[in-house]
């Protein structure tokens, strides 16, 4: 019988009467706290899953055994006809704001995600008072205070406040940037980049994972390559990685991927790629090109990774449809040179072209008929939820460029938008990749409330489920094991997570219990705020969290630190 275990074993001799030695086992003796039985076990490894148990006691595994194990249990679970598997970690998590709205983070925790990870170059921390008001000024439908300043008081903050899922960050390069330099295109003088690095230093003090950008937003963008690189090898020095939305997923793809393993190589950090894509039909074929570079690269000896959503369309807003030098200095001034009737014709004759030096998802979509609008800040405009671009500019009677540019001034945001632009073929090739981990790129909202207000990609629903169903069971693109890997212990040790991602003794008990036979996803972009099924129940350090499909109002979730944490017991691995 395979069996993993951090128990102890009785130590006898050869004339000790086998009923004794049974006795004695502290498997037999011991009382544990839960075990759940007879289920399938995929265990985030890889190996082929074996039928077998895990036992549990607080917040940690001690024992998986192959076969039903002689333990005993103040609970016990019977997961037959069900696979047992590590929660899965999300790793474009944008759930900062809706865990602050409601803790319990239901649409990702019912398909098994049971860590956010977030930073996707904007992080909750650090803020100066100018950036804590900005964060308020721009909330709609969703409310909250902002009673933190570092990124280490939001995590404090989260844990007081009580969520169901675990969260970690990298802290934003984008953050970093403004939190120094303001909104401009502008070029960090020495002084302010070592005053940038600082907070990177800080910030990987205090537990985040690395350096997180996003470079085809202002200001994010206005960053150069030396100035991402200094700020990632600080985060180097405390065993941090880069994780960057390249500065083109489209007509420069190649060309971006290259600056992400150069910062890489130049930085001694590994790098991540998100949400792996060719965006926009003239560049779907540039997927073995990207594919080949990522694998030369790790043969290189470089680790090099990526993540991705199981969609054809992407979300985001009506900025990346928009040149990049119209939104310097912050929305305000966004919105302010969108009503110069001389900056709103060049602002549409570019909307219309590819971007030169910027790059345009509306494009990519194919235009305004690619673009479906899902959320709005201001009541008068809600009422064009879930329609096109191309069918809101008809009923307005103004040019799709006009009314895009409209729309921003009108709704005082940068409006939420789904890009249509991505290949089916390629998404499905993708998630085969043995280097591929997975991301929603949404918040993780509940179907219900405040959040029906507004639509919102299905990917927030849907995502993982949509993985275990239709490209693992119908599809066969990739095995049962091979996805769980990918959702589970590779996201982990990328992250540099302790006692994360696995089903093996001393590890913590993020369990998922699904049944791999009916695991589905339910979300579309016309009824988007639909929950997946087949995830029978969820633990959260132990915690069970959703019992039966179930949330069980169970708010155990914690800050995970990366090893830069000076709160670790040798003090973090922060060098100099």
């Known amino acids: 019988m395979r069996q993993t275990t951090g128990f102890g074993y009785c130590k006898g001799v050869a004339a000790v009467l086998l009923f004794f030695v049974a006795a004695c086992s502290p ?5 544990h706290d839960l075990i759940i039985r007879g289920g399938l076990i995929v265990d985030g490894s890889g190996a082929e899953g074996f039928v077998g148990d895990v036992v549990v006691d ?61 930073g996707e170059g904007t992080s909750m921390g650090p803020l100066n008072d100018a950036m804590k008001q900005d964060k308020i000024d721009q909330q709609g439908d969703l409310r909250f205070p902002v009673e933190w300043t570092t990124l280490g008081e939001y995590f404090d903050y989260m844990e007081a406040k009580g969520i169901s899922p675990n969260i970690a960050s990298f802290v934003g ?38 350096v997180g950008s996003s470079l085809i937003y202002a200001p994010g963008t206005f960053a150069s390559t030396a100035e991402l690189t200094a700020l990632v ?14 500065r083109s997923e489209g007509g420069r793809l190649l060309e971006a991927i290259d600056e992400l393993i150069t910062i890489a190589r130049d930085s001694g950090a590994p790098a991540e790629i998100y949400h792996f894509k060719q965006a926009g039909q003239a560049h779907w074929g540039k997927i073995d090109d990207a594919i080949a570079r990522v694998e030369a690269a790790r043969a290189e000896g470089l680790r090099i990774t990526a993540d991705m959503y199981t969609y054809t369309a992407g979300a985001t807003g009506l900025d990346a449809a928009m040149p990049t030098w119209v939104q310097a200095g912050g929305f305000e001034k966004w919105r302010e040179r969108l009503q110069d009737p001389e900056i709103r014709a060049r602002v549409a004759s570019e909307m219309k072209a590819p971007g030169d030096g910027w790059e345009n998802l509306y494009n990519a979509a194919g235009g305004a008929e690619g673009a479906l609008l899902m959320g709005f800040k201001n009541p008068d405009l809600k009422k064009y939820t879930g329609m096109t671009l191309a069918e809101v500019s008809a009923l307005r009677g103004t040019s799709p460029e006009e009314t895009a540019m409209d729309l921003v001034v009108e709704d005082g945001t940068r409006v939420s938008v789904a890009y249509f632009m991505m290949s089916e073929e390629n998404v499905a090739r993708a998630v085969a990749l043995p280097w591929m981990s997975f991301g929603s790129d949404a918040g993780a909202p509940a179907a219900e409330g405040v959040f029906l207000k ?121 060098k100099g």
């Open 27 to 31: 498997e037999a003796e011991e009382q």
């Open 58 to 118: 607080g917040d940690k595994i001690t024992a998986v055994t192959e076969g039903r194990s002689p333990a005993k249990a103040a609970r016990e679970i019977d997961a037959s006809g069900h696979v047992v598997s590590p929660g899965f970690i999300n790793m474009l998590s944008w759930a900062p704001h809706t865990l602050l709205v409601d803790g319990r983070g239901m649409s990702d925790l019912l398909q098994g995600v049971t860590l956010e990870v977030m």
């Open 173 to 210: 390069a984008e953050t970093v940037r403004v939190h120094t330099l303001g909104e401009d295109d502008v070029a960090p003088s020495e002084a302010e980049l070592a005053t940038m690095r600082g907070l990177v230093r800080q910030a990987m003090e205090e537990g985040a994972l690395g």
């Open 233 to 246: 090898s600080e985060a180097a020095q405390c065993g941090g990685m880069y994780i960057s939305h390249m």
């Open 454 to 574: 507004s639509n919102t990609h299905p990917r927030a629903y849907g995502n993982f489920a949509r993985l275990l169903g239709r490209y693992v069971r119908e599809m066969g693109a990739t095995t049962l094991e091979s996805a769980v890997h990918r959702m589970t212990a590779f996201p982990a040790n990328n992250l540099g997570l302790k006692e994360r991602g696995m089903l093996a003794p001393g590890y913590f008990g993020d369990i998922v219990v699904f049944d791999a036979d009916t695991v589905t996803d339910h979300a579309t972009f016309d009824n988007s705020q639909q929950y997946a099924t087949g995830v029978r129940d969820v633990f959260v350090n132990g915690v069970q969290v959703v019992a039966g499909g179930s949330h069980t109002g169970a708010t155990p979730g914690r800050a995970l630190r990366g090893s830069g944490w000076t709160g670790w017991p040798d003090g973090g691995a922060c």
